[in-house]
DNA sequence: GTGAAAGCGCTAACAG
DNA sequence: CTGTTAGCGCTTTCAC
């Protein structure tokens, strides 16, 4: 109630008669504390509201019981729904997340990892950040930490993402599926995951006999529009692209409409992530579906193992995607 | 580099030969120290890789430097924005920020305010989270508080907000300008700033001597969609649409072309809060837009004062918006 | 300038 | 079951 100070255990304590020791095993659930007495502390601890210090408690207790999590882009709605599914799967098992939206490049992910190390955090999930191996290798040698969003061979490092290279194949067999046969894709750069959903379009396209015609991106809105130019001056034409990513999808869009051309009629379209704007958007994009809440618990799962054990060999899982059907792919027109 | 203990304060004191506190005070810039100390010391704690606890700090030191951020809604890229913007400009003045994506319902912002305040943190941003004033009164009278996203008045909390009324000004006479007459409203039900909207609107009509049409909305995707059906069912039909928000054009003018109906040719539209979509979607959406980065330094200069002086009288900061032409409006056709 | 000492609020052995 | 005793790592008077 009042502004000056804070409750805190010594005065349950001594609202209740008893030791803090006592208060503090009470609060806390621990089991050698009569259920009577709980009861008393319970009512105590409330009517004074009191709030536990959890600097002291962190600082008293040998394990942390709060995890770090880097995002890489926040502005990316799917790494902060990925942000938000580890936070509940982190609550869900009793621990606490504290989120940097401070990670973008490699060198901030790097500082920004030091300073949650001062928080001495239990562990570290880093979501897609940073990107070069030498900096999570940095990171990842100072605490125990799970990387999500692609497998990367690192000491001590558990990885979590999605299968990419098989949702890419799926992409690329539904537009087969629908007669396709020039397919193009726009690459991903370096974003995680891309080198996998790029391999996966190659080896489809090379069981399926058909030739390969790859864009440069970077799952911008604008490479997606600049791919759409160099696809357009190609003969004969492309009749289905292949985004690595739903925001370069959406810019493929963009520009295609602002070029007269009509989706799926004359080129049809098929994202990666399934962004919620993608099926709220003007046109409702057939994309690839990450599951997040799954990829979000193996990643949890992955941290408490390597936290009950910082040695223990390092995990890696990919998580299935699903390909979901929307209004942007169709039959080719006939040649 | 060992993983069994952390460099502590102690440790860096041995390596240089001095005392704890001395080399405390080197590290924190304190002046009391020669620079040819504070240079051995900085030194030798850089070498041994030393990390402050900011556990202990926080127990130690009275002033906490970390304030907590409630984001009501993490899925909207606009608070993420701000969430962004505040955490630069906490940055920027020695502030860390303690982010909490959990605080979608009342209930939940007012739990997870109390368990920041076990972080014992110096205080609170409320980004448009929680709704009541019941709930908001509740968190403010325990700890210093800036809200974000409107004006509510309570006492003891200070907010910034846009100047909603304004914007919704400036959306309805530049569709007037544009020779519009019937132009409706999609409201947008207890989101912050929605009042403050819907009052412009109104104004803004009645000036004009135009007579209002308003359909119930909230911010969604949907009621977007909802609202054109409503709106078409008119006769005669609204020309022009102002939306509450930027998600709710978004849903019109999805439904606006599966009815067939152009953009801008059959109907013009107007958004509010120029999410990063605005520009980069299918159409380009003429929108309002709220300037994030000046409401958040706002912010912070607020709660900085109020953190200085817990009993300062509340202030109250609006900012100005600006109307970003696309290409949603156009001149209705001639009835 | 620098060091010594006293906690901050809590948990974790250890005794009873 | 409950109380006592030590600290966790840091900042902060207060001496020197």
New binding site residues.
């Given amino acids: 109630m009042q502004d000056k100070?804070?409750v805190?255990?010594?005065d349950v304590a001594g609202a209740t008669?008893?030791?803090?020791?006592?208060v503090?095993?009470?609060?806390?659930g621990d089991p050698?504390?009569?259920?009577s007495?709980r009861q008393i502390v319970r009512e105590a601890a409330d009517r004074l509201g009191?709030v536990?210090?959890l600097a002291?408690?962190h600082?008293?207790?040998?394990?942390g019981t709060n995890v770090g999590i880097l995002i890489g882009e926040p502005l990316n709605p799917f790494q902060i729904r990925m942000a938000h599914a580890l936070d509940a799967a982190l609550a869900r098992v009793g621990l606490e997340a504290t989120l940097s939206l401070r990670a973008q490049t490699d060198e901030d992910a790097v500082s920004e990892a030091e300073r949650l190390r001062g928080l001495r955090i239990a562990g570290l999930i880093m979501v897609a950040t940073p990107r070069r191996p030498a900096a999570i290798a940095q990171i990842a040698q100072r605490q125990p930490c799970v990387y999500v969003g692609e497998h990367v061979e690192i000491a001590r490092l558990s990885t979590i993402g999605a299968r990419n290279a098989d949702g890419a194949r799926q992409a690329v067999e539904h537009l087969i599926a629908r007669g396709h046969r020039r397919i193009a894709h726009i690459t991903g750069g370096i974003a995680p995951g891309s080198a996998e959903r790029q391999r996966g379009y190659l080896a489809a396209m090379a069981v399926a006999g058909l030739a390969p015609i790859e864009v440069e991106g970077d799952h911008d809105f604008a490479c997606g529009r600049g791919a759409v130019d160099a696809l357009l001056a190609l003969t004969p034409r492309p009749t289905a692209i292949f985004a690595d990513n739903d925001f370069s999808a959406f810019g493929a869009i963009n520009r295609l409409a602002e070029c007269g051309l009509r989706i799926p009629e004359d080129m049809s379209i098929v994202g990666f992530d399934d962004v919620p704007f993608a099926s709220g958007s003007h046109l409702a994009l057939t994309t690839i579906r990450q599951s997040c809440q799954p990829q979000a618990d193996a990643a949890v799962l992955a941290l408490r193992a390597r936290m009950a054990n910082p040695s223990a060999p390092y995990s890696s899982r990919l998580l299935p995607v699903e390909l979901v059907e929307r209004r942007s792919v169709a039959a080719p027109r006939p040649d």
Avoid at 32 to 35: D, I, L, P, R
């Fill in positions: 100070g804070f805190t255990l010594e008669g008893l030791s803090r020791a006592q503090s095993r009470a609060l806390r050698g504390v009569k259920e007495t009191y536990p210090n002291a408690r600082l008293a207790s040998a394990q």
